[in-house]
């Protein structure tokens, strides 16, 4: 898991924590890259003493410069460019590309309070816009700081902010790409690359960027709503707050830079990116060479190129660029022919003797009447004569080579100065904003203006920008003072006077009229007689000579003296001290260009410079304005401009001199933190209070601290407030209450509640926690129940429908039953059918489980009526099937014994009372072995094999004796042997039968025929295994039929015809005797079998 940390420092900045990984979040702003919310949220720094105060009213030692630099030091080192005094918003130049421009930051700013969110341009630039749709009134940024400080990448991208964040559509999208591509147009014919910086801006902009405003009625929520979401509800006809159109005022181009550059500078950067960019069939049209090294006003400064600049890309951009603002090809071709022939003018070389010149080498010339279309002839003599008009006289003298070098030097100067102007008017014709149907909109104005400068040797340019950042001073001064002022009048607290260093003293010194410098530099300019710059500096010397804010050379004390040239006079300017060289003033303020040479101008067939030079300007018999005179009217003008705006201010600074990022040079900022007049702007803004809040902020924000406020105060806020400074112990001198705002003195009152808040929220945020917690089990437990009942309610609906459908089923087949139960005996019918069926399954399934277990187990289920003859077929399968089974299984000796036993059954079943003892014991092979039986027989008998043997008693015929003898059955005879004898063979062919009696005894006789000789009559022989053995003689004699079962008695010979005969009698044990009537008498046991 992630963790997250936000921490609020005072005026409401947060800090996040980054995560483990590195990234950053921010709960109310959308994800951001790594760097770029490091640098925007001030992530990773939890520290106050760390990252300072995000507002430098929040310093405690507010009166210290060295604490004042130490909070920026700070700041700047965590990448923190960005910091306010109140309002005011001070930028340091990172000197690289931070992340914190994106489109996420955008919206992260965008319809955002000033005091939310980390200072940041855009916070600056949506404010303004915001104001600008609320309060209706036009704003102005204005964006200063020294050369490289960073105005013009500031005043780009507050322009892109509103690009991006403003509403759109197709016309208006056409207006943004233009106030957008304005930027790469302006800055390739106005920026050059100086010492200090790359791009410098070479003039000064003030750019109007108007915004639609056509329903002024519409209410301030439908406003808000419009500004916060991309696309917006309304038509954009009818929506409020789209960049419709622009202006763009131009003060002070660079001229001189066009003839001359300083070592290591350049000339502006068209003439480089026309050069390495221009395509070759263009170059051969203008004449010119890919070589700046051709062009005498490109080799000056002696750096044709720079390494961060890339003039062949630029050269695309700026060619796509003027095609986006509208210029056709026709256009496009003319300026490049100006700027070609400003080249080709350097490059005219002048020769001649005795002072006058004339022109070396005419190809220059061709070129030039070509590109400028002119007359070569006139326009050469332009370049080496003057024409002056004294007296309603046309006097032309020839110039010397000095003249004639200045002269063409002021030709290049103009026509290049002048087109700069038209091309300012063009870009704003394009810019215009052209909807006429109702001519209401807002402005917001961005003020690009070169910065205090202070060079080693400063001139007219110099003199007249630090005079412009004089006005602009007064200007802030009087406007902070002014809305401070108004604060405290506004929420009715008593305004306490403000010591601040007022410059208007050097402003009047500088332009009052008839005793400002500027002033009497005109004078100089235009009186007649032999007027120069020393001159000049004798006539300051007198007529300002005593103003404290003023020292030339001579007027000075011995130590200034020191360290000024006596061609130099010193302003205490509100942000130092400067001196300027007199030299080159008269000539930079008339800014003359001869007569012959506006007309030669003034008859091109350029249509541009038929624009710039007016042929009016010829009959005009008025001097035209001086320089510095146009430059402090244009002042004055845009005084006026910015007067009628509510401003907003950027002071730019620039870390260091050599353009690195992470150098914090203290002496520079020092510099610029004083000359910007930051102290100053703070000491103001800090003399009354400190800190203000509007009541609701100041309450949300630290309601918590008091329980009587907290969680929310319901009656009157500025009670609530009342209530809660009570609480935090605040003294009365310590805080005021306005109208809607409470006012406290010092930062330290803020820090302390600050810090106490601090110290609440770890007991707000285990609340918070145990709140959520609670609430997000209880939610998470109310949702299991809640499935959970569903889950029950509905699995209870299913038993219940299935409990009812079976009990519907049971009762329906109960009913069935019954049914079928009374319709029994009836035929087969509706009403029976199921009972029917249910009997005959259910008889079917008893038998299936009490099928009998084997073929002796004769039970069987008794089955309905309607199946005793399955039931009969069913029960003979069956057992069938267990015969076939028990036979399958059946040994051969079992087989053996079995169907002898068959054999004993049919012979004895039901005929003898002994049969049924005999069936359960097996019948034995038999039952005298070798061993039983004496070897002599066994030799007797030879190889006839002895087939069943048996011990049996010998009844004697006459005298019934008995006799142990042995009965030996082989495969033809029975033998009776006696010990080693054979006593009888009776062979099975002369067998004539055996009897037996039905009784349970054992006797039986063996039948012989009487009349056999061998033989000596019937055997009466004795068994106890009587069964076993009868059933081995009638299979070995194969006389089964021939066993005669008697009752009572059997009658047998004795031989020769005499007959004995055995009675049998059923008694209760066996007894074997001779009878009185000679017969042999046998009583045999009763058996309960039979
Ligand atoms: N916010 C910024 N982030 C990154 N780089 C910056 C930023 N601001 C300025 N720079 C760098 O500083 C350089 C100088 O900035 P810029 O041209 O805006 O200065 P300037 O104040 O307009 O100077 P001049 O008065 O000479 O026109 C830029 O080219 C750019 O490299
Ligand atoms: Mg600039």
Known sequence: MMELRIQLIPTGEIILSPGKNGENFCHNCKVVGTDGVRAMMESALTARDRVGVQDFILLENYTSEAAFIENLRKRFKENLIYTYIGSVLVSVNPYRDLEIYTKNHMERYRGVNFYEVSPHIYAVADNSYRSMRTERKDQCILISGESGAGKTEASKKILQYYAVTCPASDQVQTIKDRLLQSNPVLEAFGNAKTLRNDNSSRFGKYMDIQFDFKYPSMSLSSRTSSLSSPVSPWPLSRRQGAPVGGHIINYLLEKSRVVHQNHGERNFHIFYQLIEGGEEDLLRRLGLERNPQQYQYLVKGNCPKVSSINDRSDWKVVRKALTVIGFNEDEVEELLNIIASVLHLGNVQYGGEEGVACITCDTQIKYLARLLGVNGTVLTEALTHKKIIAKGEELISPLNLEQASSARDALSKAVYGRTFTWLVNKINTSLAYTDDSYKHYSVIGLLDIYGFEVFQHNSFEQFCINYCNEKLQQLFIELTLKSEQEEYEAEGITWEPVQYFNNKIICDLVEEKFKGIISILDEECLRPGDASDITFLEKLEDTVGGHPHFVTHKLADGKTRKVMGRDEFRLLH?????????????????????????????????????????????????????????????????????????????????????????????????????????????????????????????????????????????????????????????????????????????????????????????????????????????????????????????????????????????????????????????????????????????????????????????????????????????????????????????????????????????????????????????????????????????????????????????????????????????????????????????????????????????????????????????????????????????????????????????????????????????????????????????????????
């Open 574 to 1090: 509100y942000a130092g001290e400067v001196n300027y060289n007199v030299n080159g003033f008269l000539d930079k303020n008339n800014d003359l260009l001869f007569r012959n040479l506006k007309e030669v101008m003034c008859m091109s067939e350029n249509k541009i410079l038929t624009q710039c030079f007016d042929r009016e300007e010829l009959s005009d018999k008025k001097r035209p304005d001086t320089a510095a005179t146009q430059f402090k009217a244009s002042l004055a003008k845009l005084m006026e401009i910015l007067m009628s705006k509510e401003p907003s201010y950027i002071r730019c600074i620039k870390p260091n001199d050599s353009k690195q990022s992470g150098r914090f040079d203290d002496v520079l900022i020092r510099h610029q933190v004083k000359y910007l007049g930051l102290m100053e702007n703070l000491r103001v803004r800090r003399a009354g209070f400190a800190y203000r809040r509007r009541y609701e902020v100041f309450l949300q924000r630290y309601k918590s601290l008091c329980p009587e406020t907290w969680p929310n105060w319901e009656a009157k806020l500025s009670d609530g407030v009342a209530t809660l400074v009570k609480h935090l112990g605040y003294k009365p001198e310590d805080y005021k209450l306005g109208r809607s705002k409470i006012f406290i003195r010092f930062p330290k009152t803020l820090f302390a509640t600050e810090e106490a808040l601090e110290n609440r929220k770890h007991s707000l945020a285990t609340m918070l926690q145990a709140g959520w917690k609670g609430y997000s089990q209880r939610s998470k437990y109310q949702k299991l129940r809640t499935s959970a009942i569903a889950i029950q309610a509905w699995w209870r609906g299913i038993l219940a429908r299935r409990r009812a459908k079976r009990r519907r089923q049971a009762a329906d087949t109960i009913r069935r039953f019954i049914k079928g139960f009374i319709y029994r005996h009836k035929e087969r019918c509706p009403e029976n059918e199921y009972f029917l069926d249910y009997v005959r399954y259910s008889f079917l399934m008893t038998l299936r489980r009490n099928l009998p277990k084997n073929v002796l187990d004769k039970s069987w289920p008794t089955p309905p009526a309607a199946l005793t003859e399955a039931s009969e077929h069913l029960r003979k399968l069956c057992m069938q099937n267990m015969v076939w089974i028990y036979c399958k299984r059946i040994s051969p000796e079992w087989k053996h014994q079995m169907e002898q036993k068959m054999i004993a059954s049919e012979i004895f079943k039901e005929k003898k009372d002994n049969y049924p003892q005999s069936v359960p014991k097996l019948f034995l092979s038999t039952r005298l072995d070798g061993e039983n039986i004496n070897p002599k027989v066994l030799q007797a008998l030879g190889n006839e094999k002895l087939k069943y043997g048996v011990p049996v008693t010998k009844y004697d015929r006459k005298g019934y004796k008995p006799r142990q003898r042995q009965l030996l059955l082989t495969a033809n005879s029975a033998i009776i042997v006696e010990d080693a004898k054979l006593k009888q063979r009776i062979d099975y062919d002369t067998l004539k039968g055996i009897s037996v009696s039905s009784l349970s005894d054992g006797l039986f006789v063996l039948h012989v025929p009487s009349d056999d000789n061998k033989q000596k009559g019937d055997v009466v022989l004795q068994s106890d295994h009587v069964i076993e053995t009868l059933t081995k003689i009638a299979i070995c004699a194969n006389k089964v039929n021939n066993i005669n079962i008697n009752q009572g008695s059997i009658t047998f010979t004795v031989g020769q015809g005499k007959e004995g005969c055995i009675d049998f009698t059923p008694g209760s044990e066996l007894l074997v005797a001779k009878a009185k009537n000679g017969h042999l008498s046998v009583t045999a046991p009763r058996l309960n079998s039979r």
